[in-house]
């Protein structure tokens, strides 16, 4: 299922907000518009999510994909 959810970045809409996290929350993809292209955004920790980025892009599994975090902190979670 495609849904299309406008925010305004100045002034973000809570309930919009809360709808973008359910969809990554339950595995989907989330597409946003940042300063010089449009990203893809899903669960790092959820293989089959990572794999729809992939899809999506029509991107080899071989050619990695850039992971964010917000703080130090959570590179532990992402390291060894």
Same mark, same amino acid.
């Given at each position: !299922?495609?849904? !299309? @959810?406008?925010?305004? %970045? @100045?002034? *973000?809409?809570?309930?919009? !907000?809360? =709808?973008?996290? +359910?969809?990554?929350?339950?595995?989907? #993809? /989330? /597409?946003? *518009?940042?300063?010089? #292209?449009?990203? !893809?955004?899903?669960?790092?920790?959820?293989?089959?999510? #990572? @794999?729809?980025?992939? +899809? &999506?892009? =029509?991107? *080899?599994?071989?050619? %990695? $994909? &850039? /992971?964010? &975090?917000?703080?130090?902190? +959570? $590179? +532990?979670? $992402?390291?060894?």
């Amino acid at each position: !299922m495609t849904m !299309m @959810l406008k925010v305004d %970045p @100045l002034n *973000p809409n809570e309930e919009t !907000m809360k =709808k973008a996290a +359910q969809v990554v929350k339950r595995g989907g #993809v /989330v /597409v946003f *518009p940042t300063e010089t #292209v449009y990203g !893809m955004g899903a669960n790092c920790f959820d293989v089959n999510a #990572v @794999l729809k980025i992939f +899809q &999506i892009k =029509k991107r *080899p599994t071989n050619n %990695p $994909l &850039i /992971v964010h &975090i917000c703080d130090f902190d +959570q $590179l +532990q979670d $992402l390291v060894v």
